[in-house]
């Protein structure tokens, strides 16, 4: 990957980005602040950010013109991707089947994809690991994790 | 500290029976049958979960269940008061809650419960709210603060914790009543206020009444119909010619629909709790003092709030 | 001395022994921080007398403070915001396998942090706390302007970027309730958004989650095992004699940090960071995996304890949510912090104060003692250590505010920080931004209220200390820009 491409596509997503939230600013909801009697509207300062932040992604953008055939190492990414699908759908089965039994499947299965294939250390790391957690925050610093419709607490 | 490791170790003793006795979700029985969730709109370590956390042994107790306290902060406490409003109406969530998020915040924006979400179970306490500045302040009387807002609009600045909190409601009152007009700095905490009363940035704060002896303050007048037993020197601002009043005071609520014999046995234990001597001194050196209502009471002395800072919120065009 | 006897009894000393590790846990767990930690001890103190309840609280401060540098140096995600900035230089030690070295050096700069901020508080509370007075909207925006100078400090080598992070990061932080009027920002008519994006959640997100993502995505199989030793290990004496510069300005700058309202132990690392950045004695290594940087983050954090008891026990007004938590813990004591407290109560300050000295050293020896064990986790094979920093990380960011909706946003976040990685954007600068933006803006609206709209108010001599801070923040600004574009023109003139 060319440190060129690289950055004047983070500089174009970012500007783009700036010029959503300020047409976000313009909504009515952001010019409320006069009820107040004093003081400035919610869009005030956002706004200050949103001009000063399009000028950064702007001197980006020029900026990678003049280094543009530098090389930039390239990750792997249908790996980071799988990842990240992966943790995605234990965030999502925390909510329905709770901390415990998400966590199991998720470690279960996160383990193997990083290249780790050794059953004997793997189950029972994937299993005892998270009853530890589940154990300490529900019982130790009395946070309540979420939990499956089938039990009360687990 | 005997004490307290005799506590620790018990707590963990529970809740090691308590991980032995897990069991299938059973068909309901009689109320409660599993854990009760408390939940708790602010930060963990705030005036609201410090009193909860205090009643928490003793309630459980009274309820016959083990209770789990869920702090869910944000948005001025509308975010854990919305997760209370959502849940299952059985009973087995209830909410503790100051004013804030039942009685003021509904009318500022668009939430998705109200104030008839919820069946009131009963009041804790209630605070007055003193109006304060410190002793230098050239503002010593009610009068001398209408005074210099008259002769010069915005000259004399009133601090508040936030848009739409009691505070900032009991500026917009007396602007209105007084028919003044004075400079509202929001500050985010009683903190903040202090630090900025203190260092003479802003002149003048109305919250409640323990702040005056902490800060060594002079307090001006009182929020109330009476004279505080605590201040009786202090004149309230009805005195002054103001009908106004306003306090901090804490409730129990349920999400709407829960039965009428579980909301009973909840009441039973509230009221059970907070005529525990233990209770009692507890938040005595919080410096709360228990005034307890039932849920009757509570639910239309909640509606009436809700009604006059609906009404006051209009008026100052906060309304949403 | 009567003080000491009250100390010297076997409950209070187990309350500081059981504290400080109970702190150096939670403190060390990705998302639960200080806070966190003093709140969960809260209820234990209800029934425990005064001073081995205000002796608990205080070692679970110190050392939940100390505790965050721990996942810092280890697995590059900092347990607390406050050691963000220790995983600057902590980790590539790490990686370079003297993770037992890094320890040491981030234990004794807590101590000698911890302790220099806690002689500070005793011989000068009172006096001190009158200068966090003089700090009103005006002055805080001044200062907040100075520490948001230290993202140019934390992003040489790529400027434009940090910047563009930090603003980023300030922006974040205006997601949410609008702290002056009321009304919602940036959330989409997303309900669960008006409460604003957790800094923990993000943070969490960011570092950890970012962290495993990209390793995962590492071209060169990613499971490349640190070869690394195990334990705790001091540097010799010459070593610290010779950062000791930086070490005393980090306490410094910690413990004056710590007094001043509004900020707290994330901005003091960062800007002693940054200022070792400037002046140290090895300011060219930092960020290679040079221990100055972790002195500077290290002292300078855990002199914040010190520095932030200042007002919190002489004036009342906590400067940040963890002395909030903490105040309220000597209030349900019955023990009223403020102007009186000095003179009423000598014998429980005093206490508290011993309490303070005995918590440091305690925390030492526990960080020196658990270090062995701790660093184990390194010779575990990496896909098992990276499963455990997923869950406990996903854990973590729910375990702040109960909410599955912050789980959701550290995973966001945790894609956002692999693209920054890949792009060679730094993500530290994004904490800074959400650390400070919330006060920064608030200050600078308020402010503008006193004085009726009038910026140039900012600047004139009625408020001396705010010209002050802002003419120091321009000539940092002008020195960093100017050290760029010779290290650029340095650069090019070698290639």
Same mark, same amino acid.
């Given at each position: ?6 950055d004047?596509s983070?500089?174009?997503v ?17 010019q409320?602040?006069?009820?107040l ?5 919610p869009?005030?300062f ?14 980006l ?6 280094l ?5 190492p ?6 980071a991707?799988?990842a ?7 965030v999502?089965?925390?909510g329905?089947i ?15 994809l990083?290249?780790?294939?050794r059953l004997p250390?793997?189950l ?13 925050f529900?019982f ?8 499956s419709?089938w039990?009360?607490?687990? | 500290?005997?004490?307290?490791t ?10 090691t029976a ?5 069991a299938?979700?059973l068909?309901?029985?009689?109320y409660?049958?599993?854990?009760v ?9 705030g ?10 042994p003793?309630?459980a107790?009274k ?10 902060t ?25 004013a804030?998020p039942?009685?003021t915040?509904?009318h500022?924006?668009?939430?998705p419960?109200?104030l ?21 302040s ?7 603060i ?17 848009? $739409?909190t ?9 602007n209105q009543a ?6 509202? +700095?929001?500050?985010q ?9 203190? &260092? ?18 002079h307090?001006?007048a009182?929020?109330a ?6 201040y ?6 009805k005195?002054?010619?103001?009908d ?9 609520f ?7 014999d ?47 800072n ?11 | ?33 200080? +806070?966190l ?21 205080l ?8 505790? $965050? ?17 220790t ?14 070295l890094a320890?040491?050096?981030?234990t ?13 508080l005793?011989?000068?509370a ?22 948001l ?19 980023l ?7 949410g309730t609008?702290p ?14 008006? &409460? ?8 969490v ?10 390793r995962?995505?590492e ?6 095992q640190?070869e690394?030793?195990v ?6 004496? $010459? ?14 700058i910690g ?33 290679t995996?040079?221990?100055? &940087?972790?002195?500077?983050?290290e002292?300078s954090?855990n ?6 008891l ?5 004036l ?5 949510p ?11 004591q ?12 000598p ?17 030492f020896?526990?960080g020196?003692l658990s270090?062995p ?13 990276l ?18 909706f ?8 945790? +894609? ?11 993500v530290?600068?994004i ?12 200050s ?7 004085t009726?709209n009038d ?10 200390i ?25 650069r090019?003139?070698?290639?």
């Amino acid at each position: 990957m060319r440190v060129g491409v690289r950055d004047t596509s983070f500089g174009a997503v970012m500007l783009a980005a700036a010029g959503l939230l300020w047409l976000e600013t313009g909504r009515d909801a952001y010019q409320e602040g006069g009820v107040l009697g004093y003081g400035f509207d919610p869009a005030f300062f956002p706004r200050i950010l949103i001009v000063l932040w399009s000028a950064a992604a702007l001197l980006l953008i020029l900026r990678s013109v003049v280094l543009w055939d530098k090389d930039a190492p390239e990750p792997r990414w249908g790996m980071a991707g799988l990842a990240v699908a992966l943790t995605g759908l234990y965030v999502l089965l925390i909510g329905k089947i709770g901390f415990l039994f998400a966590s199991m499947a998720f470690m279960a299965l996160l383990m193997p994809l990083m290249g780790y294939r050794r059953l004997p250390v793997l189950l029972p790391v994937a299993v005892l690991f998270p009853i530890a957690v589940w154990y300490t925050f529900n019982f130790l610093l009395f946070i309540p994790l979420p939990t499956s419709p089938w039990f009360v607490r687990l | 500290m005997p004490k307290g490791t005799r506590r620790a170790f018990s707590r963990l003793a529970a809740a090691t029976a308590f991980l032995g006795s897990l069991a299938f979700g059973l068909p309901a029985h009689a109320y409660p049958d599993k854990p009760v969730t408390v939940i708790i709109a602010w930060a963990a370590g705030g005036a609201t979960d410090v009193v909860t956390r205090a009643l928490e042994p003793v309630l459980a107790e009274k309820l016959g269940a083990n209770l789990v306290i869920r702090n869910i902060t944000g948005a001025a406490g509308t975010i854990g008061t919305a997760e209370a409003a959502a849940a299952e109406p059985d009973g087995h969530t209830i909410l503790i809650t100051p004013a804030g998020p039942i009685t003021t915040q509904p009318h500022l924006r668009e939430l998705p419960y109200d104030l008839s979400s919820f069946d009131a179970v009963g009041r804790i306490n209630i605070t007055p709210m003193l109006m304060m500045v410190t002793k230098e302040s050239p503002y010593q009387t009610l009068d001398d603060i209408i005074g210099a807002s008259k002769e010069k609009p915005g000259s004399v600045k009133f601090a508040s914790t936030g848009a $739409g909190t009691l505070p900032h409601i009991s500026i917009l009152a007396l602007n209105q009543a007084a028919g003044i007009d004075t400079k509202h +700095v929001p500050f985010q905490g009683s903190a903040n206020v202090m630090q900025a009363l203190l &260092g003479g940035v802003v002149d003048v704060f109305s919250d409640q009444a323990q702040l005056v002896p902490q800060y060594e303050l002079h307090p001006v007048a009182a929020w109330a119909d009476e004279r505080l037993p605590e201040y009786p020197d202090v004149p309230t601002v009805k005195e002054g010619g103001y009908d106004l009043s306003f306090a901090n005071w804490l409730g129990v609520f349920v999400p709407t629909g829960t039965p009428e014999d579980v909301r009973a046995q909840l009441e039973e234990a509230l009221k059970a709790t907070l005529e525990t001597p233990s209770i009692v001194e507890a938040l005595e050196k919080m410096k709360l003092t228990i005034s307890h209502m039932n849920g009757e009471e509570l639910a239309a002395f909640a509606k009436a709030e809700h009604e006059r800072n609906g009404k006051l919120l209009a008026d100052a065009g906060l309304k949403k | 001395m009567d003080s000491l006897w009250l100390l010297l009894t076997p409950a209070t000393m187990a309350a500081i022994l059981l504290g400080t590790v109970f702190g150096v846990v939670v403190g060390a767990l990705p998302g639960l921080g200080s +806070v966190l930690a003093i709140t969960i001890v809260l209820p234990f103190t209800f029934t425990m007398d005064p001073v081995p309840a205000i002796a608990l609280v205080l070692s679970v401060y110190c050392s939940s403070v100390y505790g $965050g540098s721990v996942s810092a140096i280890l697995i590059n995600t900092p347990g607390t915001p406050q050691s963000a900035a220790t995983t600057l230089d902590g980790y590539p030690m790490t990686r370079r396998g003297e993770a037992d070295l890094a320890l040491g050096w981030a234990t004794m700069a807590s101590l000698i942090g911890g302790l220099f901020s806690t002689v500070v508080l005793i011989i000068a509370a009172p006096q001190l706390a009158r200068i966090a007075l003089r700090f009103g909207p005006i002055e805080t925006f001044a200062l907040i302007c100075l520490a948001l100078t230290c993202i140019a400090g934390v992003s040489r080598g790529s400027m434009i970027k940090g910047i563009l992070a930090g603003l980023l990061g300030l922006f974040l932080a205006t997601v949410g309730t609008d702290p002056m009027t009321g009304s919602v920002r940036f959330t989409f008519d997303v309900f669960a958004l008006s &409460g604003g994006l957790g800094l923990i959640p993000v943070l969490v997100g960011l570092f950890a989650l970012g962290e495993v993502f990209s390793r995962m995505a590492e071209r060169h199989g990613g499971t490349a095992q640190i070869e690394g030793r195990v334990g705790f290990k001091l540097a010799p004496l $010459g070593e610290w004699l010779l950062r000791w510069k930086t070490l005393l300005k980090s306490s410094l700058i910690g413990t004056f940090v710590g007094i001043l309202p509004g900020t707290g132990a994330a901005t003091a690392s960062f800007i002693a960071y940054s200022e070792a950045q400037r002046s140290g004695r090895y300011k060219e290594r930092l960020g290679t995996g040079e221990p100055e &940087g972790i002195v500077a983050s290290e002292s300078s954090n855990n002199a914040v304890t010190g520095g932030a008891l200042v007002p919190t026990l002489a004036l009342g007004i906590p400067g940040d949510p963890t002395t909030a938590v903490l105040m309220s813990a000597l209030i349900i004591q019955g023990i009223q912090p403020g102007v009186r407290l000095f003179i009423d109560n000598p014998e429980i300050i005093n206490a508290a104060f011993i309490a303070l000295i005995i918590c440091n050293l305690v925390m030492f020896v526990v960080g020196a003692l658990s270090a062995p064990l701790i660093t184990r986790v390194l010779r575990m094979p990496e896909p098992l250590l990276l499963g455990m920093v997923l869950v406990l990380s996903v854990v973590g960011s729910y375990g702040v505010g109960g909410k599955l909706f912050d789980v959701l946003v550290t995973l966001v976040a945790g +894609v956002a920080g692999f693209f920054f990685r890949v792009c060679g954007v730094p993500v530290a600068p994004i904490v800074i931004g959400m650390v400070l933006g919330p006060i920064f803006e608030e200050s600078l609206r308020q402010g503008l209220i006193l004085t009726d709209n009038d910026f140039s108010v900012f600047f004139s001599l009625e408020h001396p200390i705010a010209l002050g801070l802002i003419t120091v923040t321009f000539l940092i600004l002008a020195w960093s820009a100017w050290t760029e574009v010779a290290a650029a023109r340095e650069r090019r003139a070698a290639a």
